[in-house]
């Protein structure tokens, strides 16, 4: 696989590294995306993170950034023994192993030896160029990442208007103005009514406030 080595390839494209418009937590910038392989479309190389260059291959090139290809691919949120080449060529990189396994019987006798295949880490090669790591599994990640991010900051949203509200009642928190509520007489409706919790969480908040409730007689219902 030595012709698929990294080799800057500038005086094919010049001028085509751009900016940092990305970049990790520490500020480290970045010149493509946190989590995902930049290729380009008609050449299929793949955009360094660090450097923003373009390369057939990131694996040899990254130690130039004091990275192995692991260490590259933990650093950006890349996925274990994700090709550090692009899908296409990952792909034919398979496609011939495959076939040069195929045809040679001395390549099937030496992958039979399995302990021997993982000692020379054979094993691992095949394995990740076989079955190419989709990137659609990366895309995915990204969006539960986000999707999970994006909830947490509504959660946080909610909390500090309820504890406004709360506040506005002459209430320090929830166990507080629950237990207030509660000794008045307060029905769970109107409780929810006035943190606007749904009835899920406001029986959670009221067991965790020592709150005794009737339980919701569909989960009486669901008791063996
Ligand atoms: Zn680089």
Same mark, same amino acid.
């Given at each position: ?138 895309? =995915?990640? /990204?969006? !539960?990442?986000?999707?999970? %991010? $994006?909830? #947490?900051? +509504?959660?946080?949203? &909610?909390?500090? @208007? *309820? ?36 009835? =899920?969480? /406001?029986? !959670?908040?009221?067991?965790? %406030? $020592?709150? #005794?409730? +009737?339980?919701?007689? &569909?989960?009486? @219902? *669901?008791?063996?």
């Amino acid at each position: 696989m030595t012709n698929t080595a990294a080799a800057p390839v500038s005086r094919f494209s010049p001028a085509r590294t751009h900016a940092h418009l990305w970049s990790l937590p520490d500020g480290t910038g970045l010149h493509a995306p946190y989590g995902q392989l930049v290729i380009e479309s008609g050449t299929g190389r793949v955009c360094c993170h660090l450097c923003g260059r373009w390369y057939v291959s990131l694996g040899g090139h990254v130690r130039r950034h004091g990275h192995t290809a692991e260490s590259y691919r933990e650093a950006l949120g890349l996925c274990r023994g994700r090709p550090l080449v692009a899908e296409t060529l990952s792909r034919s990189i398979a496609a011939r192993q495959r076939e040069a396994y195929r045809r040679s019987p001395e390549l099937r006798a030496y992958l039979a030896v399995g302990q021997e295949l993982c000692m020379t880490g054979q094993l691992a090669t095949l394995a990740a160029t076989a079955h190419t790591t989709s990137p659609s599994s990366e895309l =995915t990640r /990204l969006r !539960r990442a986000s999707l999970d %991010a $994006g909830r #947490a900051t +509504r959660a946080a949203r &909610r909390d500090r @208007a *309820l504890a406004a509200r709360l506040r506005d009642l002459g209430f320090n928190d929830l166990p507080g103005y629950l237990r207030h509520a509660h000794s008045t007489g307060a029905s769970l409706r109107s409780m929810a009514k006035t943190t606007r919790l749904g009835w =899920t969480k /406001l029986r !959670r908040e009221l067991d965790a %406030a $020592g709150i #005794a409730t +009737r339980p919701a007689s &569909r989960r009486v @219902a *669901l008791t063996p």
